[in-house]
């Protein structure tokens, strides 16, 4: 809806944004031809998460932190797996690192291929929406739930289940799929990696705009391999920093036209980015050859600044998940415990892992009995609100002459460029209340 | 071909299990060569009901009637779309990709069913852990009957178009 200002100026207001995972809203005010402000207000009643953690025991922030977002449980699992067993001191055998990798894969497929497929991809193609678009690309829609498909039977393999899966637990699994049960899902992987392949070659056909963006791109960076389940912090102006000292050198702020907290690095005011583009932008050496070639093929050099591109970075890594899925099932053997006792002991615990959407970090206090006595989780989508905004007040400019609609439109289109998780986002400030 | 039956919800969220409670029924009268399943995502219906007819789904509805009242829809190919604002599923997220945007949808992509019949039964509320409400828990049997009757009756596939 817009108001037309007296002086010449327009706002426009989205009341309800589409084809993003929660509730937001946006606002932008025109004055003459520029662009005077841009909010990106999520709405979404705050959450209480961290909150209604203190108190719990140091089992249970698996279980609890996956109900933050049905797209994304593996991410909130694993993170608080790490922060928790981090601060009991805990490392756990290399083969639950890598079965928290196959299970992220899953997590990754299903939800990069929602997002490509169902939600970015009517943008680009010029719909309102999967549904509409279906009528005219079926091929389109069938590979991306095809993909979303193999990505929900990966889930439900090694987790039990493809929504919140079940079979996570501090220490590892309590159950590890059988070597067997693994080979026989190959076909659907095999298959998946094939799409994937599709996928990037049909999504780097589309059209995007010029437009590149600046910001310090921050992602996890690992020993080896493409960062998913674990890795330490680097960013794109050359710092590194281990998880444990996120809290020190990511700092959140509330906004007051927000629910999420906006994150800045410290010492920078400048918005940073996390996400696909900050991933393969700070590691696109370690893809594995099958994933490198498709990039390359798909015109996309060791960087991408341009957001727009983000479609085609995911669909890089639909490829990246799906091999190194089947890498990780054909090494696989069977013998080893599913899990490790993890007793608890009182200190502070951090944990990080790449969410689809961008770098997850959990932080854990427990006493001496296990008891978390606090938390924090600093999720990528209120990472990223700053970039989107600025996204916004930089294009908008250059769009001040579209009408309402095709406005509406782009703007849109450019908010999902980050794929924003609003149910992840939500936040809520501490109140202080002051009497005299 | 083998019939299916569907019940659609959640629940731990009051009145939207019913689908849930009325799929139960059904299967607790063990009919031969009749499939009855219970899903919370609507969007695996998509694969669920291939090669399937004919199809019953049952999901809680709010299109303004008395609680309890029961709707009847056939919803197959050539037959109109589903009132979308009664089925909580405009489409707009994906946390929302409800029974309307499934069929929409499966319509687009040539995979709905050639007998579909959706059964609406009119919720009060959807509160976190409750039970049924009273008028939609009295109608549970009587909708397990009309399931059972839709399954053994002719279902219309087609309206000339």
């Known amino acids: 809806m817009t108001h037309k200002l007296t002086d010449g100026g327009r706002v426009l207001q989205v009341g309800t944004l589409a084809r993003v995972e929660g509730e937001g809203a946006m606002r932008i005010a025109f004055e003459g031809g520029d662009v005077a402000d841009v909010h990106l207000r999520i709405y979404e009643p705050p959450r209480f998460y961290e909150a209604f953690l203190r108190g719990r025991a140091h089992t249970e922030p698996p279980d609890i932190t996956a109900r933050i977002c049905g797209i994304c449980p593996v991410a909130y699992q694993t993170s608080a797996c790490w922060a928790i067993e981090d601060a009991c001191g805990v490392v756990v055998p290399e083969e639950v690192r890598l079965m928290r990798r196959l299970l992220y894969c899953g997590e990754w497929i299903e939800s990069h291929a929602l997002h490509v497929f169902l939600l970015h991809a009517p943008d680009f193609l010029g719909y309102d929406g999967a549904i509409e678009m279906a009528t005219d690309h079926p091929d389109v829609v069938e590979l991306g739930l095809r993909l979303k498909k193999a990505g929900n039977a990966l889930m439900e393999l090694v987790g039990g289940r493809s929504v919140h899966p079940v079979n996570v637990r501090v220490g590892g699994f309590y159950r590890f799929p059988a070597a067997a049960e693994l080979r026989a899902f190959r076909p659907e992987l095999e298959r998946a990696l094939a799409d994937a392949l599709t996928a990037v070659s049909v999504v780097s056909g589309f059209e995007f705009p010029e437009f590149e963006q600046p910001y310090e791109y921050v992602s996890l960076r690992a020993e080896t391999g493409y960062p998913i389940e674990v890795g330490s912090v680097v960013t794109s102006a050359g710092t590194a920093f281990p998880v444990s000292e996120f809290a020190e050198r990511i700092e959140e702020r509330h906004v007051p036209h927000s629910n999420a907290l906006h994150a800045r690095l410290v010492g920078g005011d400048a918005p940073y980015a996390v996400g696909p583009l900050a991933r393969y932008s700070l590691n696109s050496d370690r893809l594995s050859a099958v994933a490198r070639e498709a990039a390359r093929d798909a015109g996309l050099g060791d960087t991408c600044r341009n957001p727009f591109r983000s479609i085609v970075v995911r669909a890089v890594e639909l490829v990246e998940a799906c091999h190194e899925a089947l890498r990780i099932i054909d090494g696989w053997t069977d013998g080893t415990a599913p899990s490790v006792e993890v007793p608890p002991r009182a200190g502070e615990g951090y944990g990080a892992s790449e969410a689809p959407r961008g770098t997850l970090f959990h932080r854990y206090v427990l006493d001496a009995a296990g008891i978390i006595r606090d938390a924090q989780i600093v999720p990528p989508t209120s990472q990223n609100q700053a970039s989107v905004e600025a996204d916004l007040r930089a294009m908008a400019a250059t769009w001040s002459d579209l009408d309402d609609h095709a406005l509406q439109h782009r703007c849109e289109h450019a908010i999902r460029n980050y794929d924003p998780c609003i149910s992840c986002a939500t936040h809520f400030l501490d109140l202080t209340v002051e009497r005299s | ?161």
């Open chain 2, 1 to 161: 071909m083998t019939a299916l039956v569907v019940g659609l919800g959640d629940p731990a969220r009051g009145d939207d299990g019913v689908g849930f409670a009325i799929a139960r029924a059904v299967a607790a009268r063990a009919l031969p060569g009749v499939s009855v399943l219970v899903r919370r995502d609507p969007a695996t219906l998509l694969d669920l009901w291939c090669g399937h007819a004919p199809v019953v789904v049952v999901d809680a509805v709010r299109s303004g009637a008395a609680p309890g009242t029961t709707h009847r829809l056939v919803v197959g190919p050539g037959q109109p779309p589903l009132p979308a604002g009664s089925w909580a599923s405009s489409g707009r997220g994906t946390h929302a990709f409800g029974l309307a945007a499934v069929v929409e949808l499966a319509r687009a992509l040539h995979r709905l069913p050639e007998q579909l019949v959706v059964i609406g039964v009119e919720a009060a509320s959807f509160g976190h852990g409750d039970p049924l409400s009273d008028p939609v828990r009295q109608a549970v049997p009587a909708v397990a009957d009309l399931v059972v009757e839709l399954l053994s009756e002719e279902v219309p596939s087609h309206v000339p178009r």
